[in-house]
C-alpha cells in the first residue's frame, strides 16, 4: 500500500507527482497584504489634485464642472477619492482686491443756479425800478403778474386734473381787484373780489352742467389764492410810504427764501415736512428766521417812518413763517397735481406761481403788522 501524499505547504508548490498521479494545482495562499489575485484588479491609488483620467486637475477634490454621474454622496467622486494616507494639501483663498472708495459726491441745488440768480436779478430790478419810478406802473406789473399766474394755475388744473376753470373771468376780475384795492382801499378790493367770483359762476353756466361743481370751487379758490392775496400789495402801496413798505415785505420775503436755502443746502439733516416738501428741513427754517430776523430789524430802523428794530424782529420772524407755509402749501398743491414746477416761462425758477408762493401769504401778515405798528399811513 501506497503512502499519502505529504499536504502542500501554503505558498508553495506541491512536488510533481507523477505521470500516473497527477492532481490539481492547489489554490495560491495570500498573506496579509492582500496582493493582488490574478484574474482581478485593483483601483490604483490617486494622488491628490490629479485626475484620474489624466489632464489638468480641476480643484481639490471638487467635482469637474457639470457634475459626473459617478459621484459618490456629498459629490465628490469616487475616482477622486484622496487616498487616506495622503497629505492633506490645504486651500488657499484667492486675495479679494478691496473695492474702490466711493467719490464723494457734491451736494446739488437742483436747479440752474446760474439762469436762476440771473433771472431773479433781473425781476428784482425791473420791480424796484417800477416800484419807485410811479406807484401805479408797479401797480401794472403786479396785476401782470397776477394773470400770468392765474394762467399757469389754471392751465394746470385742467392739464392734470381735468378741471377746467374759467380763465377769462379770472384774469379780467383779478387785475381787477389789484387795481381796485390800489384805487379804493380795502373796500374797493372786497368789491372786487366779490364780483369775480360771481363772474366765475355765470360763465361757467355757458357750458354743460358735467362738472360745474368742481369748476367753480377751483375757479374761486384760484381768485382768492393769487389776485385777493395780491390786493394786500397794493394796499400797502397806498400809505405815504407805500414804496418803502412795499420793499421791505420783498426784501424780507427774498431774505427768508434765500436764509432758509442757503442754511438748508449746507446744514440741512432733519427733514421739515418730508411728504410735502422732501427739499425742506428744519436747519432751513431755523436759517430763514435768522436772516429774516435781522433783515426785518435793520428796514424798520431806516426804512419805515416811526418802526424800531425790536418791531423788526417780530415781523421778520412773522415772514419766515408766512413765506415757509406758502411754499409749502404750493408745494402741497403741485404734489396733488403731480408736477415738479407751475411753469417753465422763468429758467432757473419754473413759472411765476414758482416765485409768488412764497410771496402771496406773506403780503397780507406784512399789511397787517405795518398797520399795527405804525399805523396805514
Not at 490645504?90 to 440771473?118: F, H, V
Amino acid at each position: 500500500m501506497r503512502a499519502p501524499l505529504p499536504a502542500a505547504v501554503p505558498g508553495t508548490r506541491p512536488a510533481t507527482p507523477g505521470p500516473r498521479h497527477e492532481a490539481a494545482p492547489a489554490a495560491p495562499a495570500y498573506d496579509a497584504l492582500d496582493l493582488v489575485r490574478p484574474g482581478e484588479t485593483q483601483p490604483m491609488p490617486i494622488v491628490p489634485g490629479v485626475p484620474a483620467s489624466g489632464g489638468e486637475p480641476d480643484g481639490w477634490g471638487a467635482a469637474s464642472p457639470g457634475g459626473s454621474p459617478y459621484q459618490a454622496p456629498g459629490g465628490q467622486s469616487p475616482r477622486r477619492a484622496t487616498h487616506p494616507t495622503a497629505p492633506q494639501m490645504p486651500q488657499e483663498p484667492m486675495p479679494i482686491a478691496p473695492e474702490p472708495a466711493p467719490t464723494p459726491q457734491r451736494k446739488s441745488a437742483g436747479r440752474d443756479l446760474g439762469a436762476a440768480i440771473g433771472v431773479g436779478v433781473g425781476l428784482g430790478a425791473v420791480i424796484v425800478a417800477s416800484l419807485f419810478v410811479q406807484k401805479a406802473v408797479f401797480v401794472g406789473v403786479v396785476a401782470v403778474a397776477v394773470v400770468v399766474g392765474l394762467w399757469e394755475l389754471t392751465s394746470r388744473l385742467k392739464e392734470r386734473k381735468g378741471i377746467n376753470a374759467p380763465l377769462v373771468p379770472l384774469a379780467v376780475g383779478g387785475a381787477a381787484m389789484v387795481v381796485a384795492g390800489y384805487a379804493r382801499g380795502p373796500e374797493g378790493a372786497w368789491v372786487a373780489t366779490a364780483l369775480t367770483a360771481l363772474a366765475v359762476l355765470v360763465w361757467r353756466m355757458t357750458e354743460p352742467p358735467d362738472g360745474y361743481l368742481k369748476d367753480v370751487t377751483a375757479g374761486v379758490f384760484a381768485a382768492f389764492y393769487v389776485p385777493f392775496l395780491a390786493t394786500f400789495v397794493a394796499l400797502m402801496l397806498t400809505a405815504d410810504d407805500g414804496d418803502w413798505r412795499v420793499l421791505t415785505f420783498l426784501v424780507l420775503t427774498v431774505v427768508s427764501d434765500t436764509g432758509a436755502y442757503a442754511v438748508g443746502w449746507r446744514f440741512g439733516r432733519h427733514k421739515l415736512a418730508p411728504r410735502i416738501s422732501p427739499g425742506k428741513t428744519r436747519e432751513g427754517l431755523f436759517g430763514a428766521i435768522v436772516f429774516a430776523m435781522a433783515a426785518g430789524a435793520l428796514c424798520m430802523e431806516f426804512l419805515i417812518d416811526g418802526g424800531t428794530w425790536w418791531q423788526g424782529l417780530l415781523l421778520g420772524l412773522a415772514v419766515a413763517v408766512s413765506a415757509t407755509l406758502g411754499d409749502l402749501g404750493e408745494s402741497m398743491i403741485k404734489r396733488d397735481l403731480g408736477i415738479k414746477d407751475m411753469g417753465t416761462l422763468l429758467p432757473g425758477h419754473g413759472g411765476i406761481m414758482d416765485r409768488l408762493d412764497s410771496l402771496l401769504p406773506t403780503a397780507p401778515v406784512v399789511w397787517l403788522l405795518l398797520v399795527v405798528f405804525v399805523g396805514s399811513g
